[in-house]
């Protein structure tokens, strides 16, 4: 299984981005769960949002709830996660994950190269 995450890039306090991560490969099942996670230097690996199989269930850190948006084409085996009035602390790097579980609690079995998001105020 192969994740691709992109749409990274500069932008100013409350603006917005849409990142897209395309699974590829053989053994990618539209059954996996996926989810975002966010990591900046020093820093730990964080929770961003995640999805179930069908789209039907979602998740969201407290931290983007209600700005950020996480949803998945299944035909295209791609999710994406529009994210709106950003803020300087949204900067970092953005990572896309699939779970092998329909629901998405992890542990997350495979892992994109991730995309940076800069946030200027």
């Known amino acids: 299984v192969q994740l691709q995450a992109s749409g990274g890039g500069l932008v100013q306090a409350g603006g917005s981005l849409r990142l897209s991560c395309a699974a590829s490969?053989?053994?990618?099942?539209?059954?996996?769960?996926m989810g975002w996670f966010r990591q900046t230097p020093g820093a730990e690996r964080e929770f961003v949002a995640r999805?179930?199989?069908?789209?039907?269930?979602?998740a969201y850190a407290d931290s983007v709830k209600g700005r950020f948006d996480v949803s998945r084409d299944n035909a295209k085996n791609t999710m994406y996660l529009q994210m709106n009035n950003l803020k300087p602390e949204d900067t970092a790097v953005y990572y896309c994950?699939?779970?092998?579980?329909?629901?998405?609690?992890?542990?997350?079995?495979?892992w994109g190269q991730g995309t940076l998001v800069t946030v200027s105020s």
């Open positions: 994950a699939a779970d092998r579980s329909r629901l998405g609690y992890g542990p997350y079995d495979y």
């Open positions: 999805i179930n199989w069908s789209g039907g269930s979602t």
């Open positions: 490969g053989r053994t990618f099942s539209r059954y996996y769960a």
